[in-house]
């Protein structure tokens, strides 16, 4: 089953999708450079000898970055594990399903 889109739908899709990567790739930098500032922060608030190497310093590196990792995944694994056109397939579907349906 071949769906046909015509210009302006891989347009609007295509726009989507760019949208869609550009807010993970703001998102990726706002979080190198909030965790740059936290890093160099604690560094200049280490007593002489301490390590940096202590939990607490990590936690909003690690916290935030499953959140990054959760964001890339739902931008770029969809189509991976769903395959191309899942989606639109899905609507197809449902709406052949329901066509003699009135919509509330």
């Known amino acids: 089953m071949k ?3 015509n210009e302006q739908d891989r ?6 999708k760019v949208k ?12 190198i450079v909030i965790n740059l ?17 202590q939990w607490q310093n990590f936690l909003t590196l690690f916290f935030w970055g499953i959140g990054l ?9 969809p ?5 191309k056109g899942w989606e639109e397939r899905k609507i197809k579907e449902y709406m052949d399903k329901h066509k003699n349906q009135q919509w509330e």
Do not use: C, T, W
């Not at 347009?11 to 989507?16: G, I, M, N």
């Not at 500032?37 to 190497?53: A, H, K, R, T, W």
């Open 37 to 53: 500032m936290i890093f160099v922060l604690n560094v200049q608030d280490l007593e002489p000898g301490e390590s940096y190497f």
């Open 3 to 5: 769906i046909d889109y």
């Open 11 to 16: 347009y609007d899709r295509a726009v989507k």
């Open 69 to 77: 990792l959760a964001h890339g995944l739902s931008v770029f694994i």
């Open 20 to 31: 869609q990567i550009k807010g993970f790739y703001s998102h990726l930098l706002v979080y």
């Open 79 to 83: 189509d991976i594990i769903l395959g």
